[in-house]
Structures are given as C-alpha cells and as structure tokens.
C-alpha cells in the first residue's frame, strides 16, 4: 500500500475544533489510584483535550518501575470520566491492546520502541482489525522516516482510521543537549510522505529535562504540528519514571500560556510582498549555489586529469582534511553550525570524488 492511500482524517474527526493545537498530558505512568486522580484534577481546567498516563512502561533496564500494568486502567479510566477527558495509555503487545479496549481506554499509542518492529507492528493492526478506537504512532527510536511510515501504513491496511505520528526524538550518537534529538527533516518528511496525518509532538521524551521544553513545543507550534503530548504530574521529583522531566499541573498551565500559535499563512499585502522579494532574493542565491557545485565538479574533473595522466591518486587524504577544516572554520566564522558544515563537506567531497573517478 502506498503512502498517498493513508488518507488519515485530520483531528476535527477526532471531534477537535479545526486549527486548536490538541493537547495531550498526564503523567509518564499510572503509579497509584490517587496519583492519576490528583494529577487529573489539577489539568482539569487547562486546555488539556486528552488524559495520558503509561500502564506498561518500556524501561531500558530491569529492575526499574515498568508500570502498575492492567489494574492501572481503571485509574485511567476513572480519572478521564471525572475530569470529563478521554483517556490515552501505550500499547505494546496485543494483550495490551485488548486490556485496554475492556476497559474503556479512548485514545491509544504506540511507543517509540514498539514502532521499530515490523512484526510486532502488523500483530498490533491485527489485533485493531475492526475496532475504531484512534491511534497515535511515535517515531521509532531510530531516525528512519520509511519505518515510521511504514509502521502506519500496516495499521491504516488494518482498517484503523483516525491516524496520528508522535515525533519524540531520535536516539543518536551525537552528543546533544536533548534526550533524544529532534531531527526535524524526519517528522517534515513524515509530513511530505503523508500530507494529511495529523502530526504532534512529544516535547518531554526530547527534552529530557524540563528547561528545554517550552522551546521545543513553539518550535513545533512554528512547524506547524498539530498537537502535542506533555507530561505532567501532580509532584515531579517523586514520580517513578521520568522525574526530570515532567512538569507541574501549574507549570504546564502557564507554559501552555504562553504557547503562540501560528497561522499556516496570511492574506496581508505587507506580508504577501515581503515573502516574494525575500523569496525571490533566496532563489538567487540558490541558483548561485547550483552554479559553483557544477563549476567545483567541472574543475575536479580536470584535477583528475591532470592527476592521472601524471599517475597520481585521485584521493589525497592530507587535502582533503585540510580542506574540511578550512572550510568548517570558515563556515563557523561566518555563523553556520560546525556540524552542518563538516556533513555538507562530506556530502560535496563525496560527489567530488565521484566525478573524478567516473564512478556511477
Ligand atoms: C512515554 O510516552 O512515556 C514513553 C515511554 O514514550 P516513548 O515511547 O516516546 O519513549
Ligand atoms: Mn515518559
């Protein structure tokens, strides 16, 4: 099944109003009856649209709080009716799914590390097979936009209809302020590949620590996503899992506050003209970059030349690390990021040598 056949509704069929940035928050996990009850009664009267709590934790290690399992549901549950909310829990394994359907549960998703595995996947959209309950699918752990894809795809074949994607972060070896790193080209291909599916965001499982995720959460607002997923429990430091990074019902109230919306374009004259001469100015300066990547090919090819004909290597590994470097330092002097600079290098040496070999 191809991506154009996702045809995901957006959230007004989930009964949000168009263009409300839906909100999802709740604890990481269910720890106690009172827990949940507590915490839901304190985001009662924000704009939280949906209750979140975790019954089932995937934890990295044993040994650690891997949640109140089933019995926690009807916490959830009950919490949700009190608080007049639907209710939202992580499934794993179809047994979660079922336990979660007899009791009740409104909204399920999909963790990042069940999202990895195709397999397990198709189960779970077995398991879905003929239930219309909505859906949210968090990006794999690993950066790949094909597996997050396809790990949707295998549920809208299952017949599971009101779709959404969660974009957590990624797991990466760059060192990062971020507990996993946001790489935003993935969930704006997600949004290329699959125009229509809602996406939000999960600022929390990015951040890690609850300093950074304000500015995650407008940058995904400024991206245009269509909702988000926060964690917020009723005393952070005592919470089970993820202490560091949940926030306070208050907290979240004033956060959610200070959130700006923004709108996907505007009819203003002002505006319209300002974006086409600075647009217009922008396709300049590409097609100026477009010239001077052919022009470096064309004068790499005749290095080649020259250098075959005197029987010398095409690679020379002493020019190309000074190369990279000169150029970095150069890039960073000028207010672009080291570690763009050192992948653009690699992507253009890439090429270079490409055209020097004749390789295809
Ligand atoms: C969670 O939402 O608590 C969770 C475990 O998320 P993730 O799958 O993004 O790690
Ligand atoms: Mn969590």
Known sequence: MSAASLAAPPLTAWGIPAGEVMVIAGPCSAESREQVLETARALAPLKVRVLRAGVWKPRTRPGTFEGAGVEALAWVKEAGVEIGRPVAVEVATTGHIEAALKAGIDVLWIGART?????????????????????????????????????????????????????????????????????????????????????????????????????????????????????????????????????TPADL?????????????????????????????????????????????????????????????????????????SRTREGVEKGLDGEFMEELYALIHEETLRHKTEMP
């Open 115 to 247: 999202s990895t595995n195709p397999i397990q996947m198709s189960e779970l959209a077995e398991a879905l097979r003929g239930t219309d309950v909505p859906l949210l699918v968090k990006n794999p752990v690993n950066p790949d936009v094909q597996l997050w894809l396809g790990a949707i795809e295998r549920l809208a074949s299952a017949g599971v209809r009101r779709l959404g994607a969660i974009h957590r972060g990624f797991s990466t070896h760059a060192r990062s302020a971020y507990r996993n790193d946001p790489i935003w080209r993935i969930p704006l291909d997600l949004r290329r590949l699959a125009p229509g599916l809602p996406l939000l965001c999960d600022p929390s499982h990015i951040s890690g620590t609850v300093g950074l995720i304000e500015a995650v959460a407008q940058n995904a607002l400024d991206l245009l996503f269509d909702g988000l997923m926060i964690e917020a429990h009723r005393d952070p430091p005592a919470a089970l899992s993820d202490a560091q990074q949940q926030l």
């Open 253 to 325: 109230g004033a956060l959610l506050g200070r959130l700006v919306r923004r709108s996907p374009t505007s009819s203003s004259d002002e505006y319209r003209a300002r974006i086409s001469a600075l647009r217009l100015e922008m396709d300049e300066v590409d097609h100026g970059i477009i010239g001077l990547l052919a022009s470096r090919m064309s004068i790499a090819r005749r290095i080649a030349g020259v250098q075959k004909s005197n029987n010398v290597a095409a690679f020379q590994p002493d020019r190309w690390q000074a190369t990279l470097e």
